[in-house]
């Protein structure tokens, strides 16, 4: 080995700067690629400051694409069940008129706590009624939140409430 490449340097060092920037954004641009690719949308996680959260603003948007994509599902599957119970309740031979309700857990969607909160504080402050709070919170039909309410109504007037917190029939 001749004397002149044993002089060489072998690695040359040239930025010592952390390019922590570019490394972000790339981790972004991986999870925003491959929730894509799951059905979970783009920006489903957010990553900030080395940790991951779930962009839950992003998610329950009415125009996320995970949104989109989970009420195009439901539609689709609650049409399939409410035939499936009126055939089997033709089959088994029931004549009375029913009607059929599908719930789903949006819970993972939605910030269930949030409506909540919010559809208390607008009731609070009478900007709905307690038929809009059913339906908001509770995600009943018209008819069954007028009935639901109409019944809470009666069972409050009719019974003694005693927590003490609140008279019987003061609303």
């Not at 999870?31 to 329950?60: A, C, I, P, Q, R």
């Not at 125009?63 to 119970?85: E, G, P």
């Not at 809009?132 to 509770?138: E, M």
């Amino acid at each position: 080995m001749p004397d002149d490449d044993s002089n060489k340097e072998l690695i040359k060092e040239s930025s010592f700067d952390l390019r922590i920037d570019e490394i972000s954004n790339a981790i972004q641009y991986n999870l925003n690629l491959t929730t894509s690719k799951v059905g979970l949308g783009h920006n489903y996680y957010k990553f900030k400051d080395g940790e991951v959260y779930v962009n839950t603003d992003n998610v329950m948007s009415s125009n996320s694409d995970v949104y989109r994509k989970i009420k195009k599902q439901q539609n689709i599957i609650t049409y399939a069940i409410i035939n499936l119970i009126y055939a089997i309740a033709e089959l088994i031979g029931i004549k009375q008129k029913f009607s059929v309700s599908v719930f789903y857990d949006d819970s993972i969607i939605e910030d269930t706590e949030k409506t909540q909160r919010q559809a208390q504080a607008e009731y609070n402050n009478q900007l709905i009624s307690k038929a809009q709070y059913y339906r908001d919170v509770y995600k009943l039909k018209e008819k069954e939140a007028i009935a639901f309410a109409k019944k809470m109504n009666k069972e409050i007037l009719e019974t003694t409430i005693t927590d003490g917190i609140e008279p019987a029939g003061d609303e």
